[in-house]
Nanobody
């Protein structure tokens, strides 16, 4: 199970940190991703930890967002800085295991958190 939290409202240029607490599996052993979905749009990939521990980011957030994890807390974080109104969306964390051909592909993730709303005003 994945439990996402930390969303809320922020001004453009501000920061928020999202958390994704896992239970029943160990975040360090699985690929973990963050996705987001704006109203009327597809769910897009934002950032990911591969199972090997490498981090990857969508071009739209590179340099502004940082994915990290706390193995002791079994939690993955998404630190978001320099927020823009275009970052407004529901953010989801997800995990997967086994062969993974693309960490960017939402269809390859097996377990999803419930989503947390992020709203950025100009």
């Amino acid at each position: 199970q994945l439990q996402a939290s930390g969303g809320g409202a922020a001004q453009a240029g501000g920061s928020l940190r999202l958390s994704c607490a896992a239970s029943g599996h160990t975040v360090s052993a699985f690929a973990m991703g963050w996705f987001r979905q704006a109203p009327g749009k597809e769910r897009d990939w934002v950032a990911a930890f591969t199972s090997g521990g490498a981090t990857n980011y969508a071009d739209s957030v590179k340099g502004r967002f940082t994915i990290s994890r706390d193995n002791a807390e079994n939690t993955v974080y998404l630190q978001m800085t320099s927020l823009k109104p275009d970052d407004t969306a529901v953010y989801y964390c997800a995990s997967t295991w086994g062969p993974l051909s693309s960490y960017r592909d939402k269809n390859q993730y097996k377990l999803w958190g419930q989503g947390t709303q992020v709203t950025v005003s100009s």
